[in-house]
């Protein structure tokens, strides 16, 4: 009984720690983006995260990708998924949009490659994929409402819309070229393609010089270690034991709660639209995942068992390294 009880608590552990590393990204990084340079923390943090994981690859003696054209499409992923998500998502934390409304809109990411992959990937949605996109969109329109007719900074806001655009575009150009590298090395390969183009960016924007402060080099730290390290594993260790649809449906949590963590650490409030807009929009990304799903799962009987097994055998390799 007392094992059972140890289990379930550690199970539920797993969970509740990944949401919250996940939403103090948005949390810390809004505390570090008014430090100091927001482009020059972005690049120590990817600096940093890629030695790590560097070393943490070669230790483990990961296998590293052998075709050249694998690595040329990891940098340019991570470029996408990093330096200019990252890039544009801090300068938007810096002029003082919400942690919380900038996580809500960066989470509309499946609804974005949802509407991307019918007319690049000839996808066809179903109608409740089509009224989730509706619902999503519509859910961030309510959010937002409030913020903008109070005055807030629209180039901020344009800043968070194109950290979603890199999100996306990342996923997409990833989905396109069929990736399966191994978790750990493809995303130090990553993070070295963002550290190379994020250091001259943040030299052009308000240099590598981050202040002797408290804020600014624990930021830096949690951001480096806890957040970019912390995340990837318990990423790992969720894709090990709970499969894919584990983490992505986890994701829905991380917008009320870094909006619900803001109030009391960063004095953000979060107005009726917001909570309003994340329960709509959450429904949404709800219906368009749930009837992909649906969808993938009736293919995959459709197909013989041994042309499954054989499709299916890349991508599990990679997650089991």
């Given at each position: 009984m007392i094992t059972?009880?140890?289990r379930s608590m550690a199970g539920l552990a797993l969970p509740v720690a990944f949401v919250l590393i996940w939403s103090s990204g948005y949390l810390v990084g809004t505390i570090g983006a008014h430090a100091g340079p927001p482009l020059g923390l972005l690049a120590w943090r990817f600096t940093i995260g890629f030695a790590v994981l560097a070393a943490i690859s070669l230790a483990a003696r990961a296998p590293w990708p052998s075709e050249p054209r694998t690595w040329l499409h990891l940098l340019a992923i991570g470029i996408?998924?990093?330096t200019v998500q990252f890039g544009t998502l801090y300068l938007a934390l810096g002029r003082g949009?919400?942690?919380g409304l900038s996580s809500l809109i960066i989470s509309a990411c499946p609804l974005v490659v949802g509407a991307a992959a019918v007319p690049l990937f000839?996808?066809?949605l179903t109608g409740p994929q089509w009224l989730g996109l509706a619902l999503g969109l519509a859910g961030v329109g309510i959010s937002l409402t409030e913020k903008l007719a109070g005055g807030g900074e629209p180039a901020g806001y344009a800043l968070v819309g194109l950290a979603l655009a890199a999100f996306a575009a990342g996923t997409l150009?990833?989905?396109a070229v069929g990736l399966t590298a191994d978790l750990r090395t493809g995303t130090t390969i990553q993070l070295f393609g963002a550290m190379v183009t994020g250091i001259p960016l943040a030299l052009l924007h308000g240099g590598m010089?981050?202040?002797?402060?408290a804020p600014a080099i624990g930021s830096l730290a949690w951001l480096a270690t806890v957040n970019s390290i912390g995340s990837f594993t318990l990423l790992f260790v969720l894709l090990r034991t709970r499969g894919g649809g584990a983490a992505t449906s986890l994701l829905y949590l991380v917008p009320p709660v870094t909006a619900l963590l803001g109030m009391p650490l960063l004095g953000q409030g979060a107005g009726w639209s917001v909570f309003a807009g994340?329960?709509?929009?959450g429904a949404g990304v709800v219906l368009v995942l749930r009837a992909g799903a649906s969808r993938t799962e009736e293919a995959r009987a459709a197909e013989p068992p041994g042309k499954e097994a054989g499709a299916r055998r890349p991508?599990?390799?990679s997650v089991r390294h």
């Open positions: 059972a009880k140890i996408l998924l990093q949009v919400p942690a000839g996808e066809r150009y990833q989905k010089r981050l202040p002797p402060t994340m329960a709509v929009s991508r599990e390799e």
